[in-house]
């Protein structure tokens, strides 16, 4: 199993960028896709999740300017994210949990990583 994540880079406030993961090697149906981020003296944080049918969530201070989307034939998640703020500034980690139909939350994987630097 792999998350391969894409899209990162550093960019001026104000900019968009637009990550990408796909999952592969998957067993089981990939139920619910997300975005973490961890930046230097904070904890990681839930930025987005998708479920498989399309439902969202947002951290509050993103909301309205990201958006999370996935296309399930390809096991993939995007985040788009624009107005980048300095303080989004961090790694950002895709997560992807697949699992049987009687537990579809049972297996977690994470992506390696891929760093947005937002500069003012």
């Known amino acids: 199993v792999q998350l391969q994540a894409s899209g990162g880079g550093s960019v001026q406030a104000g900019a968009s960028l637009r990550l990408s993961c796909t999952a592969s090697?998957?067993?089981?149906?990939?139920?619910?896709m997300a975005w973490y981020r961890h930046a230097p003296g904070k904890e990681r944080e839930l930025v987005a999740g998708i479920t498989r049918g399309g439902d969202t969530n947002y951290e509050d201070s993103v909301r309205g300017r990201f958006s999370i989307s996935r296309d399930n034939a390809k096991n993939t998640v995007y985040l788009q994210m624009n107005n980048l703020e300095p303080e989004d500034s961090a790694v950002y980690y895709c997560?992807?949990?697949?699992?049987?139909?009687?537990?579809?939350?049972?297996?977690?994987?994470w992506g390696q990583g891929t760093q947005v630097t937002v500069s003012s």
């Open positions: 090697g998957m067993r089981f149906t990939v139920t619910y």
């Open positions: 997560n992807a949990r697949a699992g049987p139909p009687y537990n579809p939350s049972r297996y977690d994987y």
